[in-house]
């Protein structure tokens, strides 16, 4: 009965997401369908506006070069009048003097004859008609002012909507979360040589899963990238999930946004097995401190003066409840897990995979200390990071301040603790674990 009621609760889970995503899909389809309508009457009255251009822009050459031809003509037809006035009268003059010459030369006989003759030919030199040029100052032809619009019809008519990029792919493989950063990496379907820069847009949330529509938090631009990888830096390890989308952009217009990621930053939570420690270190949940009385062994003795028993600790307390199955003690846990110069203390939760990062704070005056993961096969008297069950990065202040890496497990087991040793600690040597994020991505 408990199995079917167990298995019926998964079934109503399943759905309630199943559900969930369904109504975020439906509510992203009518989104789109008024965007459509949205953006189909603004590309409409861009591409109306377009046009008027083009046609006011043609008129205006068209008038430029009608006044052309009209100030052409004026001038032809101004310096041909003045011409053909100027012949007339040279003609009208030389007929006169044709008229006399002719007279006088009937007259022969009389004895003006010469003084006339003498005239006449005084006239034939002076006659405009004989100063008067027979070449017309201008042409008739208008052939310079006519125009071939052939290459100009072919480009109109070669219009076309404008190349939109492709829209981009993350690559997820090459991006990387680490140190309040996030590394976004993506690629080009195709090779576009025209490629401007890129438009990366990012927001929280706090949904797994693919990336919502449906969001509290607005998304954050970054314009002008130049390169196919950003670097968003100043973040927070306690952002569980953030969505990423980059475009492409050329020169005149943005192309899609590539398909939105989740990149998830889950805090990797645990706290110190105060079960697990050497009896010289005192073990808080998320700090330990070398005690060189004995300070886990004193706790034990009040804590059975005091008749409550055993040592209480956060896998055994009433506040944790029911454990989480990577949550559990060790098989070989009690006091004397570490014993001699092993002074170790396990962390509670198991880590089976992954990549995980937390943070070691220390006391200024801490002179030794190590910190890394362990196979559950550590022995008693083992140090961390000397043995091939365990790694770590150690801190010998003693003797160096660079922290050195000490050789990590190379058999192969399925689950490891993360640990905290004091392996040479001074009068107050402290360390303090603070969580950071793993990684994870989903599309």
Known sequence: MEEQREALRKIIKTLAVKNEEIQSFIYSLKQMLLNVEANSAKVQEDLEAEFQSLFSLLEELKEGMLMKIKQDRASRTYELQNQLAACTRALESSEELLETANQTLQAMDSEDFPQAAKQIKDGVTMAPAFRLSLKAKVSDNMSHLMVDFAQERQMLQALKFLPVPSAPVIDLAESLVADNCVTLVWRMPDEDSKIDHYVLEYRRTNFEGPPRLKEDQPWMVIEGIRQTEYTLT??????KYMNFRVKACNKAVAGEFSEPVTLETPAFMFRLDASTSHQ??????????WDAMGGKVQDIKAREKDGKGRTASPINSPARGTPSPKRMPSGRGGRDRFTAESYTVLGDTLIDGGEHYWEVRYEP??????????????????QLGKTAASWCLHVNNWLQVIPSVCPHPTSDRSHCHSCCTLSRPGSHSRCCLLSRYGVAASR
């Open 365 to 382: 005056d801490s002179k030794a200390f190590g910190v890394g993961v362990a196979y559950r096969s550590l022995g008693r008297f083992e």
């Open 280 to 289: 010289n270190l005192r073990v808080d949940d998320l700090s330990v401190e």
């Open 234 to 239: 100043g973040l927070k390890f306690d952002m």
